[in-house]
Each structure stands twice: as structure tokens, then as C-alpha cells.
């Protein structure tokens, strides 16, 4: 397949004031993509957006809450008139918890859905119209390496990851042939803001992971913006930002007794920094 000339194909990305989100607006901007970027904290996404003005890109903030289907509908719109139309979204904006099943509360899990699955669910119901209407277009969602298993502590996360993860796939297929493509990406812990949320969103006393000279599985946002920066270029329907990570989820799949145990040693270990 010809490599796609990203510019001028608008992108509306949610998640986009800080992290993962921040970078790959950046980065899609700089391969010439109109960029319409959302999170709640305005004043963020107005920086953003100044940034990207003045390096010469083209760049507006549509502050809103995924969870809210009139927000990401706002933002679709947003785009539209602020560039003619809505070519990519990036499905980025979530949260971690990091619980034993039986501490987290049932707000807790259904807030995290909604904001996790139901966030990235009301983006592309409100942009894939658009793109049936203009046969073409690219649904990105961020799930995560950790859609592949059920990880102890983490079980709501990882099950929004894995709703993500099975619709993104399963949109894939059913959309072959229309011209719009459907990408999972799949980061590892990622340098951000996600660690010191999950942190204080579960009461822990130590973050998830630190920084990414200071540990094998880690690594930075534009490492994965250029990941997607790629996958739009290119589309493919998983992106893998680590390909050990990668292969060690597989293998983890293919073998349920393996991955167990090497998830209660790392559960434990957890348990020990609490
Ligand atoms: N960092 C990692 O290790 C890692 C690994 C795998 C996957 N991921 C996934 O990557 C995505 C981005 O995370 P990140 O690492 O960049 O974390 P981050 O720095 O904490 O960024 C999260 C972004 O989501 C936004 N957000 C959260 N709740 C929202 C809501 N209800 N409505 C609108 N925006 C909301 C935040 O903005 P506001 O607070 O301003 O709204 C922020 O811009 C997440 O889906 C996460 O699950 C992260």
C-alpha cells in the first residue's frame, strides 16, 4: 500500500493536554495534519495550540469530558468547520486504577469505563458518518499492552483496554473495503502524566513506573506519537510501541499458567510498595 500524504488530513485527538495525547497532536502536526485537540483543562489545550501556530501548523482547542457524547460530538463538529472535515481521530483521553478487585467501588469501575471505553466510543460514533460519507478515514485508539491480559490490581483497567482493544478490531473488519481503517495502539508504561494519576487515584505510595532511563519496560510520549504518526501514514491494525512487550503479551495469551505466575510475583511485589 502507497503511503498515505498526511497533509491537510484533519485529526480531532482527545487526551491531547497532556502525555501521549500532547505528543502525537505535535507530532501529527508537524506531518502537516490539522490538529483539533480536546482534554477538560482548556488552558492546556491553548498552549498547545499556540505552539503549534507558531511552529507554523494549523491547530484548535475544543475543551470538553469524553464521557459526555454532546462533548465529542462538539468536537467533531469543531473540526469540520475549523477544516473542512474530519479525516483521523485519536481516542486517547483515560485514567488507570490500580485496586484489588473488591476495593474498588462501583463508581469507580463505571467511571472508568466511561471515561476509558464509553470516551473513545462516543468519538467514533460522532466521526464515523463523516467518514462512511467521504469513504475514507482512520479510527486510532489508545488501548494498551495490557489489553492482552487480565492484570491483578489493575482488572478495570485492563478490561476498558480490552473493550477498546476488541472494537477497534472488530470495526476493522467490518469496515474493510470502506476506505476507513481501525487501529489499536498498544503502549507500554509510558512517561506521562498516567503514573502519578494512578497513584493518587488508588492510594499507593509509590508510582507505577519511573523514568524511562531507569527501567527496561519504559518509554516516552513521542516515542509513541511517532508510532501513530506512522500507523496514519501506514495503517495497521495493531501498534506495538515495544516489540519485547509485544511478544511477551503473546506469549502470555498462549500460555494462561506462565503469564499467572509471573503476574503474582509482580502483584506481590506491588502489594510490598503500598
Ligand atoms: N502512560 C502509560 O503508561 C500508558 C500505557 C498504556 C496506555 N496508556 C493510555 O494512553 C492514554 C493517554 O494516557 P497518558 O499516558 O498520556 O496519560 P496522561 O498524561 O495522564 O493523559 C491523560 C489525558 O486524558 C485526559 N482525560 C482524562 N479523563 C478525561 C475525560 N473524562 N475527558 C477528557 N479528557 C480526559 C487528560 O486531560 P484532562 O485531565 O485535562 O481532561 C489527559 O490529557 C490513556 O488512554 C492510557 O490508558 C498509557
Redesign the pocket.
Known amino acids: 500500500m502507497a503511503r498515505i500524504d498526511l497533509r491537510g488530513l484533519p485529526i480531532a485527538i ?10 502525537a497532536a505535535i507530532a501529527c502536526a508537524r506531518a502537516g495534519m490539522p490538529v483539533a485537540v ?4 482548556a488552558d ?2 491553548n498552549d498547545l495550540v499556540t505552539l503549534i501556530m507558531r511552529e507554523g501548523g494549523r491547530a484548535v482547542a475544543v475543551p ?5 457524547p454532546e ?1 465529542c460530538a462538539r468536537l467533531v463538529d469543531a473540526t469540520r468547520e475549523a477544516f473542512g472535515s474530519v479525516y483521523a481521530v485519536f ?6 486504577i490500580e485496586k484489588p478487585v473488591h476495593e474498588t467501588t462501583d463508581q469507580e469501575l463505571r467511571d472508568l469505563v ?3 471505553f464509553w ?1 473513545s466510543m462516543n468519538l467514533v460514533r460522532a466521526a464515523l458518518p463523516h467518514m462512511l460519507e467521504s469513504k475514507r478515514g482512520h479510527l486510532l485508539w ?5 489489553s492482552k491480559l487480565g492484570i491483578p490490581r489493575m482488572a478495570a ?1 485492563s478490561s ?2 480490552a473493550m ?1 482493544d476488541h472494537f477497534a478490531r472488530a470495526m476493522r473488519v467490518e469496515l474493510a473495503g470502506s476506505g476507513i481503517y481501525s487501529s489499536s ?13 494512578l497513584k493518587s487515584r488508588s492510594g499507593l505510595t509509590k508510582r ?2 519511573g523514568r524511562p532511563d531507569k527501567g527496561l519496560f ?1 518509554q516516552t ?1 513521542e516515542h ?1 506519537a511517532r508510532a501513530i504518526v506512522a500507523c496514519l501514514r501506514k495503517p495497521r491494525g495493531e501498534v506495538w510501541t515495544s516489540p519485547t512487550m509485544h511478544m511477551l503479551f503473546a506469549l502470555g495469551v498462549a500460555m494462561p499458567g506462565l503469564a499467572d505466575a509471573v503476574l503474582m510475583r509482580r502483584a506481590r511485589k506491588r502489594d510490598r510498595q503500598r
Open positions: 482527545t487526551g491531547a493536554s497532556s502525555g501521549i495525547g500532547y505528543a480536546s482534554a477538560r483543562r492546556r489545550l470538553g469530558d469524553v464521557a459526555s462533548d481516542a486517547n483521553a483515560g485514567y488507570g466511561e471515561t476509558n470516551g489508545c488501548s494498551s499492552c495490557v483497567y476498558s483496554k477498546q495502539v498498544h503502549p507500554i508504561g509510558t512517561i506521562s502524566e498516567f503514573s502519578d494519576s507505577a513506573f519504559v510520549s509513541v
